[in-house]
């Protein structure tokens, strides 16, 4: 017989293949494969998670998250038990059998003569091991199906999931149609709700198993589960912790086939009753799975009707607790077998250790799953591994020491929190050649410290050991992927393009090859079929790395038409990003400000870049409703602070305003001192060779600086200042009464001198260098946060606080850590920032000459044109 031809062949092959001492207790005979049929029977199939509906916020869930092993592997809580071997390799092995191949032959020419249970067990054997054809599937799918009235309720559940099987799915994840599982599920469908009354009485094994087999159906998902939700509720209590994670994935799948805490309580029993530590594998995974898509706001509610906003927090919140118990219970069994995890498990992990801002899993385990993305990044799928860097970005790039974190350390190392305190270089010890190393930060000690330059944290001298900086861990694995990003990336969807964009942008990285072909992507085939959200995301991403301003007119057709779909904090985000990228058309803007509820602005820290694009607006748009954009700074301003205390250098700033403080103090207490500074410059090859380039050659540059040092000796220097919203790192600003307390420190005698014109030419110039030391001058400490790490361009949050300090005419220093690092000493350091605010106050000036200048043109064309036209 064919069938006991098949049975021989499957004995053989599980023991030659695995070489499983149980698998040859598989008999030859019916009897003995009976048995075994009904002992697979009770453990259950295996699950292959699709593309959910409860996709999160931040990024869809992922599909083909991990692909359960066979029954038989994950019959035993041990993870040492039975499992068989890839697909592929039992493929290869059994289609080296002419006898195999025989009997595949057999049953497709003889399949409407075998018995219908000996059918399905056939069937089910081959799709376990994966050597299924699927002509055989659709060949037997009418004799099945019209068999159907007299199937018991297990034979049914077995139809389903041999047609549902992941062997049989597409590359997408789904269930093939052509193999016939769309007919099987429709007709299998209707018959259930047939025979509702009966699957009360289904054991938890059959339940399980069916919910499992319905949510991966390819049609109908949501009507079978919601038949099958009575009875899952009441025998929940009862089932086995596979049960359970069986259950929990398929509602996971399809949120709105169930009620609101469906997965809460599926979560709560797991962990009240069941050891997590004791699964298996496959079923941790996907209770992991199904609770973080529980965290989304989309996995709330059901079809039709949403609950209220505050009961949607309540549950968040309470699965996030969920999602955090699980994941601190499954860490030891996760980090004893860390081998066992391919692609799509290591990206499950990642994505629910990224729920909740990225507050969710342990240093240790992040690391792990760190390296073993290292290694199985090119298993993942685009969604795979774009949610992969994304749960990165937002959850191991956050943390600043790792290696204290892992040994538990209650606090960071502090000494990178004072890189100034103990540095008492006097001025005249500055000034005659000092080499003092502790200037505010060691250039030693900084250039060895990853997280320094990371950071721009700089760590104290002497750090007995650097710590280990998340954010350096992320760049260096987003370095090593990106060729494998590269090539994935014309299978990509939207979904994957902005989340990959958005885990970029996070980290400021990114080479402009890896940029340039996302963003063709994204003009040439997804401009016009992005949603909202990822409208969002893309627009913000390449409004932060700058992208280009032709993907920015693509997709502006496709926002304009979303533009009453998008969240508030989206709205802001869009206009924020277009106002970026220069796009001050005034009729969009006004149709985007309009859109913005003023209400529900005050108080959302999410909304916070609504401010700068308001102050924006306001300066370049002055025919615009400045009433409307007032409010609107007025409600955002601070969250927009607190959203660049976030970003603020705290070491970088502390250093800059030491050595600003000492350079006042050395210009006061010499009158000779900046004299020395200029001719000192030169000896100094370090600060010559940053120097170079920067001077102007007017003859009149020596004047210029003596009177700058003069000017620089009584200005007070302020750490993080407030300039109309926008935080600056250190600001240089003289008092509005120093001007006559100058003149009598110096001796300069205040009768009139107007006689002499060159030096009546020297007081308009101290005047003007006066009220420009008396507006403030701007010292801006520019670390990764704010320059790309590779390119070294400086980003969108950088340009427009750039942009808004240049309209208020202030006199701007813009400090790289990368090049303030190099310098050795605080002599050094001095130097190198009085050239620098001096070169600042003499473009400030030039630049409001021109201005005068073009301003005194436009008054005389105007009166000519009046004289003229008054003679006429």
Known sequence: MPLVLLWKQTSLAIGCVSGSSEAHAVG??????????????????????????????????????????????????????????????????????????????????????????????????????SVCPRLLLRAAAPLLLQQLPQLSLEQVVLLLRVYVHPNSSTPVGLPNTGAGAATVAREVTHWLYACGNRLGKLDSTLLADLADAGSRVPVSQVALL??????????????????????????????????????????????????????????????????????????????????????????QSEHLKLLEVLLTRAEPLLLRHPEQLDGQAVATLVWACSRGGGCLGSAALLQMLHRRTLRVHSQMSPQGLSNTLWGFATSLGRMVDIRGAAAGSSSPDNSSEEPVDGDAASPQTVATGGSSTRGGVSGASASSSP????????????APDSPVNGEALCVLLFQHVEPHVLRSLARCEPQDLATLSAAYALLRCGSEALHTAVQQLITENWADEMSADQLVRVAHAYAILR????????????????????????????????????????????????????????????????????????????SMDQIRLQRMRKYTREAFWELQLLDFPTA??????????????????????????????????????????????????????????????????????????????VWLQRPSDSRSMDGDQMGVPTKSIAGNAENSCEGVGNQVLNALLEGGVALLCHTHATVHRETGKP???????????????????????????????????????????????????????????????????????????LHA
């Open 28 to 129: 030859c005979d019916r009897a003995s494969f009976e048995a075994s049929h009904a002992e697979r029977q009770a453990r259950g199939t295996s699950a292959g998670p699709g593309r959910g509906e409860g996709e999160g916020e931040e990024a869809a869930a992922p599909r083909d998250l991990f692909l359960d092993a066979p029954p038989s592997a994950s019959s035993s809580s041990s993870l040492r038990g039975f499992r068989l071997p890839p697909p592929s390799v039992c493929r290869a092995y059994f289609h080296r059998f002419s006898g195999f191949r025989d009997v595949q032959r057999h049953l497709l020419s003889k399949v409407d003569s075998f018995p219908v249970c000996d059918l399905l067990a056939a069937l089910d054997i081959l799709q376990q091991l």
């Open 226 to 315: 919601r038949l099958l939700l009575s009875p899952v509720r009441q025998r929940m209590h009862a089932m086995s912790a596979k049960q359970l994670s069986l259950v929990l994935h398929a509602y996971a799948k399809h949120p709105s086939a169930g009620d609101d805490f469906v997965l809460q309580q599926g979560l709560t029993l797991l962990l009240s009753r069941h050891s997590v530590p004791a699964m298996s594998l496959p079923a941790v995974l996907r209770c992991i799975w199904a609770a973080s898509v529980a965290c989304s706001p989309s996995a709330t509610g059901t079809a039709g009707r949403s609950s209220p906003p505050s009961l949607q927090r309540q549950q």
């Open 451 to 462: 997280a320094a330059g990371g950071a721009g944290e700089v760590p104290g001298a002497g």
């Open 547 to 622: 992208g280009s301003s032709r993907m920015f007119s693509a997709l502006q057709v496709n926002l304009l038409r979303r533009l009453e779909t998008f969240t508030v904090h989206g709205l802001c985000d869009v206009i924020w990003s277009y106002v970026v990228m220069r796009y001050l058309d005034e009729q969009f803007l006004e149709m985007c400000v309009s859109l913005v509820p003023l209400d529900r602005v005050a108080g959302d820290d999410r909304c916070a870049l609504l401010y700068p694009a308001a102050s924006e607006i306001a300066l370049a748009l002055p």
């Open 652 to 729: 970088f700033a502390a250093s800059v305003a030491h050595t600003a403080r000492v350079l006042t103090e050395m210009l006061a207490s010499s009158s000779t001192t900046s004299h020395r500074l200029s001719a000192s410059s030169a000896d100094n090859g370090t600060v010559s060779e940053l120097l170079q380039g920067e001077g102007d050659g007017e003859a009149d540059s020596q004047r210029f600086d003596r009177d700058a040092a003069e000017a620089l000796r009584s200005c007070s220097i302020t750490e993080a200042f407030d300039f109309l919203g926008y935080l600056v790192d």
């Open 795 to 869: 980003l969108g949050p950088a340009i427009m606080r750039h942009r808004f300090l240049k309209r208020k005419n202030v006199p701007t220093v813009n400090l790289l850590w990368d090049v303030w690092k190099t310098l050795p000493t605080t002599k050094a350091r001095v130097e190198w920032l009085h050239a620098k605010i001096v070169r600042a106050l003499r473009e400030e000036q030039a630049r409001q000459a021109s201005r005068d200048l073009n301003r005194a043109r436009v008054s005389a064309s105007n009166g000519k044109v009046v004289r003229a036209e």
